[in-house]
């Protein structure tokens, strides 16, 4: 397999309510590395395993939320060939001028059927911290914190999850690793661009362009109870966990920042190829699919989202 066209999540610009709490939580106990503080007062942050110059993005707002979530593609040709394919489909398409966050260069950013903002980028800078190629340490920049590895993904709730997933798949050559499937179609999406078993998630909600977390990736399911350590520490709020999902087979704990938008750590989870059949889940097995251990919904999990 040769991974080509959409490669990997890249980036994610969220909104916060006090810059300087967001930034104790997810520099300090998150383990993320403050890249820089911009003027227009956005501060971007890395993970110490990403080789991009920033993958996180916080924006001071009045409410919680994600303004959009960006995705990598490997050649600058392939934003002109997905600029007309997004439009064949008859969603629109503003193109972002490059430097309109640091190092990163133009990008094409859409509306998709649940309502959320979603965004292609060919050009990243590179961090000067990132891993290294030449004699490589483990690591450049010390892990701190929960010590997550990477940005992963983001689980996103709206309307139209049928519609969403034939954008992705049909438009953006995604597939469709697994779903939760109801008489009236598709409930839950997880979908993969990669080896992964899924690049993005999304979750069937009435209301449009809602944000349940991002997600950062650890090494094991021992960091997992590390990070377990860390939220009962310092008293974060945590949604639930440590636990396992049956969907995607993550070891996993969910919390929020102090803002209120979700977080999840997790580890594992299954290695997926492009001829993998697909794996469903009926709705009276939802509760082992969200969560294997309790196998039932968490009322919190359910309802909370910015
Ligand atoms: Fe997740």
Redesign the pocket.
């Known amino acids: 397999m040769a991974l080509t066209g959409v490669l990997r999540p890249g980036y994610i610009q969220v909104r916060v309510t006090d810059i300087d709490a967001a930034l104790k939580h997810y520099v300090d106990r998150v383990g993320l590395h403050e890249v820089s503080r911009e003027a227009d007062g956005r501060v971007y942050l890395r993970a110490w395993d990403e080789f991009d110059r920033h993958s996180i993005v916080l924006r001071p707002a009045d409410t919680a939320g994600m303004d959009y979530v960006g995705f990598k593609v490997a050649a600058e040709s392939d934003l002109d060939a997905y600029a007309r394919r997004i439009e064949e489909h008859g969603t629109e398409v503003e193109e972002v001028p490059s430097g309109e966050q640091p190092g990163l260069g133009r990008r094409l950013s859409f509306d998709v059927p649940t309502g959320h903002r979603i965004e292609l980028f060919s050009d990243m800078a590179l961090s000067e911290h990132g891993p290294m190629t030449q004699n490589p340490e483990i690591w450049d920049d010390e892990p701190h914190g929960m010590r997550v590895t990477r940005f992963?993904?983001?689980?996103l709730h709206g309307p139209n999850i049928d519609g969403v997933v034939e954008f992705f798949t049909n438009v953006l050559d995604f597939s469709l690793t697994e779903a939760a499937e109801t008489p009236d179609g598709v409930a839950a999406a997880f979908l993969s661009c990669s080896n992964k078993a899924?690049d993005v998630?999304f979750i069937r909600r009435a209301e449009p362009a809602k944000f349940?977390?991002v997600?950062f990736s650890l090494d094991s399911w021992h960091e997992v109870g590390q990070a377990a350590d860390i939220i009962a520490r310092y008293d974060i709020p945590l949604d639930i966990g440590p636990t396992r999902?049956g969907i995607?087979r993550?070891q996993?704990i969910y919390f929020f920042d102090p803002s209120g938008n979700g977080n999840?750590v997790?580890s594992g989870g299954f290695i997926y190829y492009p001829d993998n059949p697909k794996r469903s889940w009926s709705i009276d097995k939802i509760g082992k699919a969200v969560f294997y251990y309790q196998r039932e919904l968490n009322e919190r999990f359910m309802s909370v989202v910015t």
């Open positions: 992963d993904h983001c689980n899924h998630a349940h977390h997600a999902h995607t993550g996993t999840e997790f």
